[in-house]
């Protein structure tokens, strides 16, 4: 199994900054794709951006210009830097990693970290 430890969520202000970590351990030979994904309350779960090993991102078009996810291979370790917060940006933020198993993916998720952002 691979545990996903997510870190950095706080309160901050509008237009203010915030740093997202997530460790990964446990069986992380094959760790594939790792992502952040944000859950508000009342709306459903969403991706807001993902990276492969090389360094390949993808970002939500509400997110592109603001965030940047990046990752430490040699650390297991995903982060997100998130600057210019919104209060749309407030939720939960979980991490997810993908891990190849053979011909399978298999997909893992953090507790998530709580990110409120103040008007």
């Known amino acids: 199994q691979v545990q996903l430890v997510e870190s950095g969520g706080d309160l901050v202000q509008s237009g203010g900054s915030l740093s997202l970590s997530c460790a990964a351990s446990?069986?992380?030979?094959?760790?594939?794709?790792m992502a952040w994904y944000r859950q508000a309350p009342g709306k459903q779960r969403e991706l807001v951006a993902s990276?492969?090993?090389?360094?390949?991102?993808n970002y939500a078009d509400s997110v592109k210009d603001r965030f940047t996810i990046s990752r430490d291979n040699a650390k297991n370790t995903v982060y997100l830097e998130m600057n210019s917060l919104k209060p749309d940006d407030a939720g939960v933020y979980y991490c997810?990693?993908?891990?190849?198993?053979?011909?399978?993916?298999?997909?893992?998720w953090g507790q998530g970290t709580q990110v409120t952002v103040s008007s």
């Open positions: 997810n990693a993908k891990r190849v198993r053979g011909i399978l993916f298999d997909s893992y």
């Open positions: 446990g069986r992380i030979v094959g760790l594939r794709d």
């Open positions: 990276i492969a090993p090389g360094g390949s991102a």
